[in-house]
């Protein structure tokens, strides 16, 4: 029950950075903090105490194998969102820089104050 609280109080502090920071990078480092916390999430969703591989073996009984295999679709689907949140991240960094290399600044409210 700690580890659900926890993984509610990252998905929040990752909220706050993204809702209330003015940084670009800030805000990025608060979508990653909320990415990770929904992953953690599904992992532990997905976790069972004492569990085997999901791979039925001719050895293993089918009753066995129901009561004991870990479901593979959170790690599934953890391993996926990981591979589009790198890719997101080094989307978001590359419009940070380029938004620096025009502006000057990564403060949101002194952008859009100026034109060019």
């Known amino acids: 029950m700690i580890l659900y609280i926890l993984i509610a109080l990252m998905f929040f502090i990752g909220l706050y950075g993204m809702i209330a920071k003015k ?8 979508m990653n903090i909320v990415g990770y916390a929904s992953n953690l999430l599904f992992v532990l969703l997905g976790y069972k105490w004492d ?4 791979i039925l073996t001719e050895d293993m009984s089918f009753a066995y194998f129901l009561e004991k295999a870990v479901d593979p679709l ?3 689907l953890v391993l996926t969102s990981i591979v ?9 960094a ?3 820089i380029r938004l620096f290399e025009k502006y ?6 002194k952008i ?3 034109k060019g």
Not at 24 to 30: A, L, P, S, V
Not at 51 to 54: M, S
Not at 104 to 109: E, H, K, R, V, W
Request: charged share 15%; no cysteine; hydrophobic share 60%.
């Open 23 to 30: 940084n670009i990078i800030k805000i990025i480092i608060g």
């Open 51 to 54: 569990g085997i591989a999901p």
């Open 74 to 76: 959170p790690q599934a």
């Open 84 to 92: 589009i949140d790198l890719a997101f991240v080094a989307f978001l």
């Open 94 to 96: 590359a419009l940070a």
């Open 104 to 109: 000057g600044t990564f403060d949101i409210d």
């Open 112 to 114: 859009r104050r100026l």
